[in-house]
């Protein structure tokens, strides 16, 4: 056995003594060094492009106030509810008619269905980021710098709180900018439920029976389907959880409160049924 691993090193030592192992020592030292100074200059460069980032970011939100936990708080759970009217008995009068019908709910009195189609469709992974989805951010520049015609979103479901009951619908870096930092600092003042909650309570569905504008999903429940939240099957609880996307093109009314012709309600029941799938790949 000593004998076979000694004929072994003696080969291996004549083979390095060879002219061609000699350039191809060469060769390899030089390809390895060509190897590390790209790696250098690209990690330079995600460093350079990442500080430039991390400049442009900090001046358009360096203008945005440092909001306290009670100012967040109050400001998000802040719901103007359609205002109902009684006599001093206490006797039902009516609702004062408003711009915008929305009811108050609690996320107890909401169908598990409803949330879970709400998160499918709109926000897969709620419950595990911290605000944001770094991933979806940077497809949605990318996106809006190449001007693709493919527009995926990706706004969570606090971020889409903050831009309803904070900031504004503008269409700016700023205000997106804004939207992130808020977003992040959110997740600090207030539980994942209760973001959950003020999202369903805040959020645009469209029209009801009456032409009316609606808003929050108790009030899309009964305006809709005349029921409540916590009474929604699976089928009304997808339609209900794809109208906000796009709220007056997949709501099934007009103004007047008449229903929609039927190539128009086919848009909410398509989106429906994206929403089922969306269930279905989820788990």
Known sequence: ???????????????????????FRITSSVAWNLVLIFILFVSMGFVFVGSIGAGYFASLVKDEPLRPKTEMRNTIFNYEETSTLYFASNKYLGKMRTDLERQETTLKKVSPNVINAVLATEDEYFYQHNGIVPKAVVRGILQDVSNSNTQTGGSTLTQQLIKNQVLTNEVSYERKAKELLLAMRLEHFMTKDEILEAYLNVIPYGRNASGRNIAGVETAAEGLFNKS????????????????????AYTPFTQSGKLKDADNLKLGINRMKTVLYRMHETG
């Open 229 to 248: 939240a916590k009474d929604l099957n699976l089928a009304q609880s997808a339609y209900i959880a794809g109208i906000p996307q796009s709220p007056y």
């Open 1 to 23: 056995m000593k004998e076979w691993i000694a004929n072994i090193n003696q080969k291996i030592d004549e083979l390095s003594k060879t002219t061609w192992m000699k350039y």
